[in-house]
């Protein structure tokens, strides 16, 4: 099945910086690359996505890269906020098959 | 839509007591995912459904952990007898396969064994 490796576990960085989350699968056929974002007490939720045959994608202050050859892909936040910290995770999958999470990554802005 | 309903939010029970964990999915998608979190092991995939029908349920950890989804609009999961180690947050998530591949997830149960 899927294994999803995901980088750092946790990430501190000062407000306005930039932060960056890596993640690595193993199954070639996975084809669909969402990230989800978790608050305290919350649910998942779904934040930026990319499907196999698109190497980035961006939506405001976050981008998505995927590097198909190497498994791998990474999710971008720019100018960061106080409301970006939140646990982060990375998914790999595709139709029906459901999506393989890594374990997340703590995102800490700091004033 | 209300979007995916847990319930119920937190359950406080005693090892040996039987737990069941309630989903309603979104109106219309035709997946529904069952998924645990813990500290140590992140989010776990238990059981997946197909149109209702168990796909995979490689990832129940033992037979104490059954699933059902009786129609497209109610799933339960239910742990009997529960254990200290099954505490945990449980998930349920949904998704319309074909079309965009987003799973919608619920608030979550946590759940705790004494």
């Known amino acids: 099945g899927e294994n999803v490796e995901q980088h750092p576990s946790t990430l501190s960085v000062q407000e306005g910086d930039s932060a960056v989350i890596k993640c690595t699968y193993s199954?070639?056929?996975?084809?669909?690359f969402p990230w989800y974002k978790q608050e305290l007490g919350k649910g998942p939720q779904l934040i930026i996505d990319i499907r196999s045959n698109v190497g980035e994608k961006k939506d405001q202050r976050i981008a998505v890269t995927l590097n198909k050859t190497a498994k791998h892909f990474s999710l971008h936040i720019t100018e960061t906020q106080p409301e970006d910290s939140a646990v982060y995770f990375c998914?790999?999958?595709?139709?029906?098959?459901?999506?393989?999470f890594g374990k997340g990554t703590h995102l800490i802005i700091q004033p | 839509d209300a979007g995916v309903i847990q319930s119920p939010r937190h359950e406080v029970t005693e090892m040996g007591q039987e737990v069941t964990l309630r989903c309603k999915p979104i109106?219309?998608?035709?997946?529904l995912f069952w998924y645990r979190q813990t500290m140590m092991r992140g989010l776990e995939l238990l059981i997946y459904f197909n149109n209702n029908v168990p796909i995979d349920d490689s990832g129940m950890p033992e037979d104490r952990f059954s699933a059902k989804m009786p129609n497209a609009s109610f799933s339960t999961l239910k742990i009997q007898p529960s254990e200290p180690r099954d505490s945990a947050v449980y998930f349920c998530?949904?998704?319309?396969?074909?079309?965009?591949?987003?799973?919608?997830f619920g608030q979550g149960t946590r759940l705790t064994v004494v």
């Open positions: 998914a790999a999958g595709g139709g029906a098959d459901g999506l393989t």
């Open positions: 998530a949904s998704m319309l396969t074909g079309g965009r591949t987003e799973a919608f």
């Open positions: 109106s219309g998608h035709n997946s």
């Open positions: 199954d070639s056929a996975s084809n669909y």
